[in-house]
Nanobody, 124 residues
Framework: QVQLVESGGGLVQAGGSLRLSCAAS????????MGWFRQAPGTEREFVAG????????DYADSVKGRFTISRDNAKNTVYLQMNSLKPEDTAVYYC?????????????????WGQGTQVTVSS
């Protein structure tokens, strides 16, 4: 069982930055592929970024490439999402997720553990 707790969300102006963190419980964190997803009101939950168990392979949605960076610190059982050049359309609840495979994936169904989410609001 893995518990995930996100933090770092908030209100920011367009063009600003935020860094989200996701702290994971459990001693096998370094065997999990991790992902960040987001969900705006009235929309489906969508993939944002993913990272493999070692951190040397990452994947991004086209909408965030070049602006967001996913990383992980296995010694701290934490995965991060650095978000720069934020846009109003980035406003959503952001969720951290873990899957019991070493690689990441882009679909919701591939992940079995989810955090409670953190709100990110970007004002224009």
């Amino acid at each position: 069982q893995v518990q995930l707790v996100e933090s770092g969300g908030g209100l920011v102006q367009a063009g600003g930055s935020l860094r989200l963190s996701c702290a994971a419980s459990g001693r096998t964190f370094n065997s999990y592929g991790m992902g960040w997803f987001r969900q705006a009101p009235g929309t489906e939950r969508e993939f944002v970024a993913g990272i493999n168990w070692s951190g040397d392979s990452t994947d991004y949605a086209d909408s965030v490439k070049g602006r967001f960076t996913i990383s992980r610190d296995n010694a701290k059982n934490t995965v991060y999402l650095q978000m720069n050049s934020l846009k109003p359309e980035d406003t959503a609840v952001y969720y951290c997720a873990a899957r019991n495979y070493r690689g990441s994936a882009t679909i919701v169904a591939a992940y079995i553990y989810w955090g409670q989410g953190t709100q990110v609001t970007v004002s224009s």
